[in-house]
């Protein structure tokens, strides 16, 4: 994601344009996200981070996650768009790249049984 230098990271861990709405009236689910108020520069690694840096900004990352209301919303979120960079949901990029693979192998199994009726 570029950031210009003006904008907040803040700003940067759910970009509002590309956020589905709820289904309910309660307004966008990103709007109850943790990271819009706590530690939003944890999520998305700075350039030529080392691993260990990295290793323990996406732990922390996950461990803010872990206690959002909306994690299922945005893990699904980062899943259908899908969102090439940083924690969504509690899942790092790699994590999401490996769900997607699972769900992809899930369906094509699907597709090959033959239906119960």
Same mark, same amino acid.
């Given at each position: 994601?570029l950031?210009l230098?003006?904008?907040s990271?803040?700003?940067a861990?759910?970009?509002p344009?590309?956020?589905?709405a709820r289904?309910?009236?309660?307004?966008?689910w990103?709007?109850?996200?943790?990271?819009?108020?706590? /530690?939003?520069?944890? @999520? @998305?690694?700075?350039?030529?981070e080392?691993?260990?840096?990295?290793?323990?900004?996406?732990e922390?990352?996950k461990?803010?996650c872990a206690?959002?209301p909306?994690?299922?919303e945005?893990r /699904?979120?980062?899943?259908?768009q899908?969102?090439?960079?940083?924690?969504w949901?509690?899942?790092?990029?790699a994590?999401?790249?490996v769900v997607?693979?699972?769900r992809r192998?899930?369906?094509v199994?699907?597709?090959?049984?033959p239906?119960?009726?």
């Open positions: 994601m950031q230098p003006h904008q990271l803040k700003a861990a759910v970009p344009q590309r956020v589905p289904e309910d009236d309660a307004g966008p990103h709007a109850d996200a943790v990271c819009r108020r706590d /530690e939003a520069g944890l @999520f @998305f690694a700075p350039s030529k080392p691993t260990a840096a990295r290793l323990a900004r996406e922390a990352a461990r803010v206690r959002c909306v994690m299922v945005c /699904e979120h980062a899943l259908l899908p969102e090439p960079y940083g924690v949901g509690g899942l790092t990029a994590e999401r790249r997607l693979a699972r192998r899930r369906d199994e699907l597709k090959k049984s239906s119960a009726a």
